[in-house]
């Protein structure tokens, strides 16, 4: 039998829209609508809640919006940062009830919420994500492509820091990882996405997983 298949602009896959240029344009116009419903709706509410309830509330219809698989949103451009961070800024504001028009900067106060602004908490994740792969808490489909480069040997310099080497994604992931994740139902265009941006962040990090804040604020 033939069939006639139709290639389309976008297609959805585990939620997350991906579409034939990986701009993840259409993914960040799906969570900025989201979440601006959920913000209309808790607008009406919030008057009638503790700080600490309508925190709880941000977090779980807004925050967990931008932090669902936002991993896939590394490297993506600045625009479509801003965006998002637009909305991260509107539920703050809800939180805390400063107003748009207010002198102080966004970045003092989401510090005071303890929030890193939604650049940095991409960045942590993925960071985190690499950490798990070397300390043997991530999956072997991941683990496999974080390879810890250096001399290891006691007393050497080398052997304090935690540098991650780049394979050759190209190659490799089109090759060995397509086969091993196909086979386990991942979905290979997604994954290599995540592995080769994992790895591309951890080889510019040093450290352990305690200066991870640290090293993102030098870095943003």
Known sequence: M?????????????GVILDDR?????????????????????????????????????RVFICCRLDNCNALLYGIADNQFQRLQSVQNAAVRLVTGSRRSDSEHITPVLRSLNWLP?????????????????????????????????????????????????PRAAREIHTVATDHLLSQGKTSGTARLLLYEIVTVQSRFQGTVKDLSVWITIAA
């Open 2 to 14: 033939s069939a006639n298949l139709r290639p389309l602009p976008s297609v959805r896959n585990l």
């Open 22 to 58: 990986l701009s993840m344009a259409e993914q960040v116009t799906a969570i900025c609508r989201a979440c601006s419903y959920q913000l209309r709706q808790l607008r009406s509410v919030v008057h009638s809640l503790t700080p600490e309830a309508a925190k709880t509330l941000v």
């Open 118 to 166: 939604v650049h940095q908490r991409i960045t942590f994740k993925l960071a985190t994500l690499v950490h798990k792969c070397l300390n043997g808490q991530a999956p072997t489909y991941l683990a496999d492509f974080c390879r810890q480069t250096g001399d290891r040997r006691s007393g050497m310099r080398s052997a304090e820091t935690w540098i991650v080497d780049t």
